[in-house]
């Protein structure tokens, strides 16, 4: 499924983003979007790829990394073939591209990279202090 990412800009610490990510109406093995957990990651220079945030394919469950917990919100919007990462309290530290990716595995592999499929080319997010 492919998918686009946007809503990535610099940003003043303290501040706000939403970013968002839009799959495409094709399929994958007759699989659709709604049908798809979906995840965010974020990887800084020099640092490997890490994981954000992720949401069960209804959205009824949502799991956060500690770094981001209180401050981050994922959510999505299965009409729209889209999925959300809205960034509160935005640190210096949360400056990386940020990629979403469909996991078609079961929820419990919702925060391991290695389980997730498709990706996006991702958007750049920079935090000045």
Request: aromatic residues 12%.
């Amino acid at each position: 499924v492919p998918l686009v990412e946007s809503g990535g800009e610099l940003v003043q610490a303290g501040g706000s983003l939403r970013l968002s990510c839009a799959a495409s109406g094709r399929t994958w093995s007759g699989r659709t979007f709604s049908t798809y957990h979906m995840g965010w990651f974020r990887q800084a220079p020099g640092k490997e790829r890490e994981f954000v945030a992720a949401i069960s394919w209804s959205g009824g469950n949502t799991i956060y990394a500690d770094s981001v917990k209180g401050r981050f919100t994922i959510s999505r919007d299965n009409a729209k073939n889209t999925v959300y990462l809205q960034m509160n309290s935005l640190k210096p530290d949360d400056t990386a591209v940020y990629y979403c990716a469909t996991n078609p595995s079961g929820w419990s592999t919702g925060t391991k990279r290695e389980f997730y499929r498709d990706w996006g080319q991702g958007t750049q997010v920079t935090v000045s202090s």
